[in-house]
């Protein structure tokens, strides 16, 4: 018997060996699929764009007027403004917090400096450990990081000094150019077939092949396999911020 069980040996690593390459295989064509575009991809103007997680329809009209870049009446830019936001999904979340935090920097940096007003924030979310925060920890090399009791790995945070003066009033004077140019910016992505992805608290995300992103997030979006965590985890994999995600999963419609 245990003879027999040495001369199948080897045939059972085989097939081992075989299950993890095809697995490997598996994941890696996955990973490629969706980096390659399909037919719809190949088509002139094929880009498409979400705006704080709805996806707005072509054609687009992108352009600047009255100080305003607008996509489809949907204004994107204002000048002198920061990107539009939508109302916080829920003003007691994580959100809020981190809204809060960014504003007490702006503070304490003009009062104790950079290396203390970063101490200070990690207090202040250090204080609020419970039902939301898990930790808070400075990574000298790769910067601010929050662990949230409710996400799945950590939520970085980027602290830098506020603008002076003299820098806010140069943006203020050459504003309108600024917007031309990412109107320019955006026209030319979606004729290169980008999916685009705006919103303010995620900044800007480009992808290539559009059509191939849309039907994953769709397919995400509308399975009755996934609990609602699971999709906000496989979302922000593909648009890179949880703030894109949990806009999409409210605010998307069925293709």
Same mark, same amino acid.
């Given at each position: 018997m245990k003879g027999r069980t040495n001369k199948f040996w080897?045939?059972?690593?085989?097939?081992? &060996?075989?299950?993890?390459?095809?697995?490997?295989?598996? @994941?890696?064509? *996955?990973?490629?699929? !969706?980096?390659?575009?399909?037919?719809?991809?190949? @088509?002139?103007?094929?880009? %498409?764009?979400?705006?704080?997680? %709805? &996806? &707005? *329809?072509?054609?687009?009209?992108?352009?600047?007027?009255?100080?305003?870049?607008?996509?489809?009446?949907?204004?994107?830019?204002?000048?002198?403004?920061?990107?539009?936001?939508?109302?916080?999904?829920?003003?007691?979340?994580? !959100?809020?917090?981190?809204?809060?935090?960014?504003?007490?920097?702006?503070?304490?940096?003009? @009062?104790?400096?950079?290396?203390?007003?970063?101490?200070?924030? &990690?207090?202040?979310?250090?204080? %609020? %450990?419970?039902?939301?925060?898990?930790?808070? !920890?400075?990574?000298e090399h790769y910067g601010f990081f929050i662990k949230f009791r409710d996400v799945i790995g950590p939520h970085g945070i980027w602290f830098e000094p506020p603008k002076t003066e003299r820098e806010l009033q140069w943006e203020k004077q050459h504003q309108d150019s600024i917007l031309i140019k990412e109107a320019i910016k955006l026209k030319k992505a979606v004729g290169n077939g980008n999916l685009i992805i705006l919103g303010g608290k995620g900044g800007q995300i480009y992808l290539g092949n559009a059509q191939k992103w849309l039907k994953k997030i769709n397919k995400i979006v509308n399975s009755d396999e996934l609990s609602r965590e699971e999709k906000l985890v496989k979302l922000s994999g593909i648009v890179m911020h949880e703030y894109h995600a949990q806009c999409i999963l409210q605010n998307w419609k069925s293709k």
């Amino acid at each position: 018997m245990k003879g027999r069980t040495n001369k199948f040996w080897p045939f059972f690593v085989l097939i081992l &060996l075989m299950l993890g390459y095809l697995s490997g295989f598996s @994941q890696a064509s *996955e990973k490629k699929k !969706y980096h390659e575009p399909d037919s719809a991809d190949l @088509q002139e103007g094929s880009g %498409r764009i979400i705006l704080n997680g %709805r &996806l &707005l *329809e072509p054609p687009y009209e992108i352009n600047v007027e009255n100080d305003t870049l607008n996509i489809n009446n949907h204004i994107w830019l204002s000048k002198g403004e920061e990107p539009t936001q939508v109302k916080d999904i829920d003003p007691e979340s994580r !959100y809020g917090m981190v809204t809060k935090a960014l504003d007490s920097f702006a503070t304490a940096y003009k @009062q104790v400096g950079y290396d203390s007003a970063i101490n200070l924030m &990690l207090d202040f979310f250090n204080k %609020r %450990r419970g039902d939301l925060v898990d930790s808070a !920890y400075f990574d000298e090399h790769y910067g601010f990081f929050i662990k949230f009791r409710d996400v799945i790995g950590p939520h970085g945070i980027w602290f830098e000094p506020p603008k002076t003066e003299r820098e806010l009033q140069w943006e203020k004077q050459h504003q309108d150019s600024i917007l031309i140019k990412e109107a320019i910016k955006l026209k030319k992505a979606v004729g290169n077939g980008n999916l685009i992805i705006l919103g303010g608290k995620g900044g800007q995300i480009y992808l290539g092949n559009a059509q191939k992103w849309l039907k994953k997030i769709n397919k995400i979006v509308n399975s009755d396999e996934l609990s609602r965590e699971e999709k906000l985890v496989k979302l922000s994999g593909i648009v890179m911020h949880e703030y894109h995600a949990q806009c999409i999963l409210q605010n998307w419609k069925s293709k």
